[in-house]
């Protein structure tokens, strides 16, 4: 039925196409015209066609799923849920995204100042408010070589999308000098708004020209020494209003034509930064206690190579002013197709520009409250959490005796309340620890309560994952990171190979 529909639009596309040369049935001009053509272009004559018979007795179909969670996932999701089309957010290792990591957002629309972390929560649950289901999980790998498109979980689920608004966003660049992967979670660092409180006192540098060195070194500011931030051409990228702001933060000081070429330090810590003055063309030797890199970001494109059509930079590329990519039905939107803007507000538009171009491709085809009526209805289980299963650490004593006393191994999350990757991590942690609570203990220590604590297994970056066998420290994770890689380090700790 909807490929003898979809049989005469493409035919009808094409004849006016040929007969009438109007513009609008060749991609890239309108949404629709182009869907359309690249539906028919592509899938006719092959294998696979949009037939919605071929999702009877399919689990886990949803006519929309988002992959992130940040401005443009939330946006993308509630857009779809008021649609009125099941939608399913995949939120990702980071949910809420980069915003989330950052203070006061000053540029959105309506608010003179709201907390980043807020902000995505106000959207999360305005989007979940008009039905958008979240899924705690991460996405392992996509075919969209057929359809319905495939979502492999990191949590081996798989998910059938008839349409997919990858919403992945980007991640902050590294330096790639010597020393910058030696010392990292040892005085190398992306965050302030995490790792700030560890360099009281402290002379600190910030590399980077633009708005997020700014933003850091203010964070910064409440509590290190010295600030330096290193801009390595004579000028910065950020905004001058944000540059004014420096003047009333005396401790922050700017280098210009700066090139870090080394970081040093000595078995534990940061020492010092070797830089290359582009103007003398002098080396020197700066000592300091840490290093916060604010150089930009590189799209998370990784998931989605090979698929979708990429840049020179590794940007999704999306056609005209819509946010379709080169494979009809699928969608990206924010700053994993964006390295113009990158602005939240912009992020957030493409996403409900990505879920309006869904939700007309889901009509297109036939997509109808009967389709989807006929769908699976089960809602994507959250995992219920045994709240016992991560022992919070009230004392320092209490912590010694367990790793002491434990025949099993004894993991560790180190966090704080303020710190939003950590709060991202802890979920995960929880789910991680039901999974493997025969084989070993989880505990979670808030360094803001127990900092003697901190001070003695020197955790000078959030979060850090302790490993204690035999009452001795075996081993030592100081990123960020999503179930998948919590899963891993927990199965190597407790002796089974990571895909078990
Ligand atoms: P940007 O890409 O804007 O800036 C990156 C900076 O790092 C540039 O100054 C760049 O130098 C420098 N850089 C890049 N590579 C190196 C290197 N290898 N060594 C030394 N320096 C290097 O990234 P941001 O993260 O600052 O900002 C991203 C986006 O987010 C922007 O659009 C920004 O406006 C926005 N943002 C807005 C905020 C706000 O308004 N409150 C806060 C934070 C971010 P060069 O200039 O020479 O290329």
Redesign the pocket.
């Known amino acids: 039925m909807q490929k003898k529909s979809l049989y005469k639009i493409g035919s009808l596309c094409l004849l006016v196409l040929v007969l009438l040369s109007i513009p609008q049935c060749s991609p890239g001009n309108n949404s629709v015209g182009a869907s359309i053509y690249n539906s028919v272009a592509k899938f006719f004559g092959e294998n696979n066609t949009f037939d919605f018979t071929q999702l009877k007795g399919k689990e886990n179909v949803y006519p929309i799923v988002v992959i992130g969670s940040g401005p443009a996932g939330l946006s993308a999701g509630l857009y779809g849920a008021r649609a009125k089309k099941k939608t399913l957010v995949i939120e990702g290792t980071k949910p809420g995204g980069l915003l989330t990591e950052?203070s006061y957002?000053?540029?959105w629309p309506g608010f003179k100042a709201i907390l980043g972390k807020d902000l995505m929560k106000e959207l999360k649950a305005q989007a979940a408010h008009f039905g958008a289901q979240f899924l705690e999980d991460t996405v392992e790998k996509v075919d969209f070589s057929k359809w319905p498109y495939e979502i492999y979980t990191d949590d081996g689920k798989i998910i059938y999308a008839l349409s997919v608004i990858v919403a992945t966003g980007a991640s902050?660049?590294p330096?790639?000098?010597p020393g910058e992967k030696e010392f990292w979670g040892k005085g190398v660092t992306t965050c302030a708004i995490c790792d700030a409180p560890f360099y009281a006192g402290k002379n600190v540098v910030v590399?980077?020209?633009?708005?997020?060195?700014?933003?850091e070194a203010i964070q910064l500011s409440a509590y290190a020494d010295k600030i330096t931030i290193?801009?390595?051409?004579d000028k910065?990228?950020?905004?001058p209003t944000?540059q004014e702001l420096l003047a009333g933060y005396p401790k922050v000081s700017v280098m210009f034509n700066i090139?870090?070429k080394e970081i040093l330090g000595d078995a534990k810590h940061v020492t010092g930064i070797k830089l290359y003055n582009t103007k003398t063309q002098e080396t020197t030797v700066m000592p300091i206690d840490g290093v916060f890199l604010?150089?930009?970001?590189k799209p998370n494109t990784k998931l989605v190579q090979g698929s979708l059509k990429l840049d020179d930079n590794g940007y999704i590329v999306v056609e005209g002013r819509t946010q379709a990519t080169s494979i009809p039905g699928v969608y990206a939107a924010g700053d994993v197709e964006d390295h113009r803007?990158?602005?939240a507000g912009i992020a957030a538009g493409s996403g409900i520009k990505a879920a309006l171009d869904a939700d007309a491709w889901l009509n297109e085809l036939g997509f109808t409250q009967a389709v989807s009526d006929s769908l699976d209805n089960t809602q994507m289980a959250s995992v219920v959490i045994e709240p016992s299963l991560v022992r919070h650490m009230g004392t320092q004593e209490e912590f010694q005796k367990m790793i002491q006393e434990s025949k099993i191994p004894v993991i560790v999350d180190f966090y704080a309340d303020y710190c939003p990757t950590c709060m991202q991590m802890l979920p995960h942690f929880k789910m991680v620890a039901q999974q493997f609570k025969d084989l070993a203990l989880f505990a979670s220590i808030d360094i803001a309560k127990l900092p003697d604590l901190a001070q003695k297994y020197h955790v000078s970056k959030i979060p850090l994952i302790l490993v204690f066998k035999d009452g001795t420290l075996a081993a030592r994770y100081n990123t960020e990171m999503g179930k998948k890689e919590i899963q891993d380090l927990v199965a190597q700790a407790v002796g089974q190979t990571p895909a078990e």
């Open positions: 950052t957002v000053e540029n902050p660049s330096l790639n000098i590399i980077g020209g633009g708005d997020s060195s700014i933003a290193l801009v390595r051409k910065m990228r950020a905004a944000n090139e870090p604010a150089i930009g970001h803007y990158r602005q």
